[in-house]
């Protein structure tokens, strides 16, 4: 039972975690099963499918929030702009530099996480520590370049391996580099910098051992996905 699946993950995580339910690849009656469990956020992946759920269940389930979670092209971002509650995976300046275009012509400000490349994969993305430090710093020094967006943490994926040495110690250094961004005094709004999405269904123990405060969880709850 899903409802029991959900009520097992929550009941284990603490009090600043949240959980994002995946649901990338799985039907809107998945979603509603969930959200009917007490689930909220739910994470897609492709914009073409996100658009498709929110036209569905946005006008039933006023307070269904979306994240995004995935890769996300340039030109796609004006779909999600006017509705999206989260980015996660925000992986460039150029891409940055759209969603604050798109979100404001649409009046408002877009919460955003910047994603930290740690993973061994080279397919997976994000920026390097430097390039992430160079961000920050371009944001601290033209904040009316980016009025439109609000950086609220940090993203990261961890090496899909069986390696749990390798997973903690990814997980670790991602939360001395939140706290050391945290406390810098480069950020233009730092009581607004408080996420650290990390954790999957195979490592989001260790994410949750490690500070995280959204865990994106698919499988756990959806069961597996036909495809990836
Ligand atoms: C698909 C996906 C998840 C969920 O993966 P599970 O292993 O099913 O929990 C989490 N984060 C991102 C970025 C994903 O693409």
Redesign the pocket.
Known sequence: MMEERIEEILSYLPEQTRLVA?S?YHPTEAIIEAYEAGQRIF?E?RVQELVGKYEELSGAYLDLSWHF??HLQTNKVKYIAPFIDMI??VGSLKLLEVINKEAEKNKRQIPILLELHVAQEETKGGFTQEELMELIRLMHNEPERFAHIRLEGLMT?ATNTDDQALIQQEFASVKVLFDEIKSSGLLNEPEHFTELSMG???DYQLAIQNGATLV?????IFGE?SYD
Request: glycine share 22%; proline share 0%.
């Open positions: 995946v990338k994470g992946s979670i995935g996660h995976s994926m999957m269904t195979g994106r969880l698919g499988s756990a996905r």
